[in-house]
């Protein structure tokens, strides 16, 4: 359960009040050029204060004053939603918290010195009950953290050197063990510090959609502006020639002002949401790539499963003793800092009585580190013996290529471990002067994470297809697909080939999400449109996606997802129904402004409108208060439920399409039954 503080992004209308002198600031005509529509209410609300300034009238200067208001109101919706997304990274930021950190020293000796003046590359003890004084990498040891503090999420995490959840976070706190930590970050230079800084974003950059959204709007404005300009001769024609104040006044009524006014505030409400999620995107155009995703990737290890896979079981080949092989295994994982090469060492010291890494037995060794691109590690020995462990082709291969031939019952072996989800390691060993041999297969657990089949089916059902990458054998991997229910699965899958994989997709027009933790997965991550990096990952998954989740959850992505598809979905029904709110405004307000001209017309003016003065009055009215209205909206967001688009979509025109057409003519109604009894209006 995600725990938030009180209030975390509820909405108030004192947040309203709260953002009025940041809505004034941004009178400024250089911030308001940046949504045109509400520029070109900028300009009008300066020339009827001109015209009211030349041919004083109660009329001309409450129009003026109105369309003031209206520019306030418009850059109300864009502070309110940075004012919030502020208090969410001060409650980001306020996590930090002053250390005194435990630095080694070259002689080993430890010193004290506070956090902030630490360096990178230094090397920090932590041991449990103690704070982690900074962004790092763990070198040594396996501990359990505590990053409820930066996330709210209150189950402790496991950091341990070596793999995927190698990298901690400043201000989090150790539970049990110790652990050895290089400082790969300045303190307050730290890569949360930084995605912070992001958040309160006070350089937002418009995303493609939403610049493709403007210039739309802009031409629109131009129209209506062709329309209210041809006005003129019909109205000098009819004997009614209307003022300048008029013809702006109606301009800004026509012209789309309330999705022109609450675009960038929908925006910065959508990165919000993820935020109160703990997800940190790096750009907005993320968030909106994330409401169209077609394709998941999914890499199996630590995501579909839980990922600590450990070693259970070490099986010989027929002629090969038990001790013999665990012996093999254990020198072969001596300095393999992987999970599962640790967990090889532990087992062999407990049901063998092997010794571990700790008495340091050997010397005059060099150890092959695993590499996803070998999928061996392995060690040779200084009297020529050399042992590899690692995937069963990969070392069928090396023992080939070492002049040996695996015997014929290493296949079923490597099979039945494979066929039941397990990840079977072979294990082979050459010493001088013979060709290589199998020893035996070592048996990997691990276990598909409770809950995610039903949360595969329910992105299936937002249908979006999802497909498990794995550099695991394809018996293991279809094992594991089928128990998790995967659309599709890739086994024995290079970095590149996840990378490659992703291009596929794109290349077919589709949009793809990825989600990753490891070094391995960064070029996928960078690849991938949305790429969500784990934030326990490491630090190159962290650079090369755009979205970070800091409670590192993979299956995050359907929130995440949800939240895109809010965001287009929020946008998309406040612009129909901002569209369809400026059609019936003309037709509100035309009739009545020609009231007394022609009998005909006046059949026309339907909603019984007092007169030319107030139902424009009033329609500039309704015009501000619209946008005010709709923040809450803009900022909430409107409901998505996982139901096909078109179902979504006929849904919104009903509701946003219609009431954007009825809305006018109750509101203006009701102001104009105000407005008309003001002295000075005629
Ligand atoms: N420490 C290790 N030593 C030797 N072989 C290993 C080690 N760890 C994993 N392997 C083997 O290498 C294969 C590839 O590992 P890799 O990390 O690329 O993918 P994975 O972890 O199996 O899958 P995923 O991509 O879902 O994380 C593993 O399936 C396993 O057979
Ligand atoms: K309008
Ligand atoms: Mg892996």
């Known amino acids: 359960m995600t725990h938030h503080p009180p209030g975390r992004g509820e909405f108030t209308p004192r947040q309203l009040a709260a953002a009025l002198p940041d809505a004034a600031r941004k009178l400024d005509p250089r911030h308001t050029i940046r949504a045109p529509v509400v520029f070109v209410v900028w300009i009008g609300s300066l020339v009827t204060t001109v015209a009211a300034i030349v041919d004083p009238s109660f009329f001309g200067f409450a129009i003026a004053a109105w369309l003031w208001v209206t520019v306030l109101f418009a850059n109300l919706a864009e502070a309110v939603a940075e004012g919030r997304g502020r208090a969410q990274a001060e409650a980001l930021r306020r996590t930090k918290q002053e250390t005194v950190a435990r630095r080694l020293r070259p002689d080993g000796g430890e010193e004290r010195v506070p ?29 359990s953290v505590d990053e409820s503090t930066m996330t709210g999420e209150s189950a402790p995490v496991i950091r341990e050197s070596g ?15 110790r652990i050895t930590v290089r400082v790969t970050t300045r303190p307050g230079e730290g890569f949360l510090d930084r995605m912070i800084t992001l958040v309160e974003g006070a350089s937002r950059q418009q995303t493609p959609n939403e610049i493709a959204l403007n210039i739309l709007l802009a031409s629109l404005t131009l129209v209506f502006l062709l329309a209210v300009a041809t006005l003129q001769p019909l109205a000098a024609y009819a004997g009614r020639q209307q003022t300048l104040t008029v013809l702006t006044a109606l301009l800004v009524c026509l012209i789309p002002t309330t999705i022109g006014a609450l675009l960038s505030a929908i925006g910065i409400a959508g990165m919000d949401r993820l935020v109160r999620r703990n997800v940190i995107a790096v750009s907005g155009r993320a968030v909106e790539a994330a409401g169209d995703v077609n394709t998941l990737l999914l890499d199996k290890t630590g995501t579909i499963t839980l990922g600590n896979r450990q070693a259970t079981e070490f099986i010989p080949v027929t002629g090969v003793d038990e001790h013999e092989l665990a012996e093999a295994a254990q020198l072969s994982s001596l300095a393999d800092e992987t999970p599962e090469g640790r ?32 999928r061996m590690s392995g060690v040779d020995l200084g009297d020529g013996r050399r042992i590899r462990k690692g995937a069963s082709t990969a070392v069928m291969k090396w023992v080939r290529a070492e002049g040996g031939r695996p015997a014929d019952t290493v296949g079923p072996l490597v099979e039945a471990i494979a066929g039941e989800g397990g990840t079977p390691l072979l294990v082979a060993e050459r010493t001088p002067g013979e060709p290589a041999r199998v020893l035996g297969v070592i048996r990997l657990r691990d276990i598909v994470k409770a809950g995610i089949r039903e949360r595969f089916a329910e992105l299936h059902r937002m249908g979006i297809s999802t497909v498990m990458i794995t550099g695991d054998n394809p ?34 027009g589709r949009l793809v999400a990825m989600t990753g933790d490891g070094t391995n997965d960064a070029p996928a991550l960078a690849q991938a449109d949305v790429g969500v990096a784990m934030n326990a990952g490491t630090m190159a998954a962290k650079e090369a996606g755009n ?18 598809k809010q965001l287009l979905i929020t946008r998309g029904a406040l612009t129909t129904f901002s569209i369809a709110n400026d059609v019936a405004k003309y037709f509100a307000i035309i009739p009545a402004m020609f009231t007394g001209v022609h009998p005909q017309l006046d059949r026309l003016n339907v909603m019984g409108l007092a007169s030319a003065q107030s139902a424009i009055l009033s329609a500039v009215v309704f015009n501000a208060l619209v946008i005010v209205a709709l923040v809450p909206v803009a900022l909430r967001g409107v409901r998505y439920r996982p139901t096909s688009a078109a179902a979504m979509l006929r849904r919104n025109l009903a509701v946003y399409g219609l009431g954007g057409l009825v809305t006018p003519f109750v509101g203006i109604k009701l102001i104009d039954l105000v407005v008309h009894l003001l002295p000075g209006i005629r």
């Open 115 to 143: 956090g902030p003046r630490l360096a990178v590359g230094d090397l920090v003890v932590v041991e449990a009950g103690e704070l982690i004084p900074g962004d790092g990498e763990v070198v040594d040891g396996v501990a």
């Open 547 to 564: 979205m970070v989740d800091l409670d590192s959850n993979p299956t995050k992505l359907i929130e995440i997802v949800a939240i895109g």
């Open 163 to 177: 793999g995927d959840r190698s990298s901690v976070t400043g201000g989090t706190r150790v539970l049990s063990d």
């Open 343 to 374: 967990s090889v060492v532990v087992l062999a010291k407990n049901r063998y009585g092997l010794r571990g890494r700790e008495e340091g037995r050997v010397t005059d060794v060099t150890f092959v580190p695993f590499s996803a691109h070998t």
């Open 475 to 508: 018996a293991t991997a279809a094992a594991i697909a089928r128990e998790a229910g995967v659309d599709r699965h890739l086994a024995e899958a290079t970095p590149e080939d996840k990378m490659e994989l992703i291009r596929r997709e794109q290349a077919a």
